[in-house]
């Protein structure tokens, strides 16, 4: 069973920066694609950014220039570097993994951008 743990979340003030990690517990090469989702209060899941096996990224229209993707296979670990936060960012970030035997979803962790 594929476990993911995200870290990283917590209180920032717009305009700052947060790094969110997710830490997979295989190696990253068996796993085809990793995203990451966030849920604001009240709204549907929605996602933030994908990177495939290949290194190939996309984005969500709202973070692009401000967010980045990034996979460290060395570690099995994702990365979500946030900047130039904004109070709409607030939101729980969830990393997900496609895998052989289906799709896997961390906890989730909490990003809150206020001042």
């Known amino acids: 069973q594929v476990q993911l743990v995200e870290s990283g979340g917590g209180l920032e003030q717009p305009g700052g ?3 969110l990690s997710c830490a997979a517990s295989i190696t990253i ?3 085809y694609n990793m995203g990451w989702y ?12 994908r990177i495939t096996r290949g290194g190939s990224t996309n984005y969500a229209e709202s973070v692009k ?6 996979r460290n296979n060395a ?3 994702v990365y979500l ?8 960012d607030t939101a729980v970030y969830y990393c997900n993994a ?14 809150t951008v206020s001042s």
Request: avoid cysteine.
């Open 38 to 49: 966030r849920q604001a209060p009240g709204k549907q899941r929605e996602l933030v950014a």
């Open 81 to 88: 570097q946030m900047s130039s936060l904004k109070p709409e």
């Open 65 to 70: 220039g401000r967010f980045t993707i990034s």
């Open 29 to 31: 090469f068996s796993i």
């Open 17 to 19: 920066s947060l790094r």
């Open 98 to 111: 496609d895998v052989v035997s289906g799709t896997v979803w961390g906890q989730g962790t909490l990003v």
């Open 75 to 77: 570690k099995n670990t």
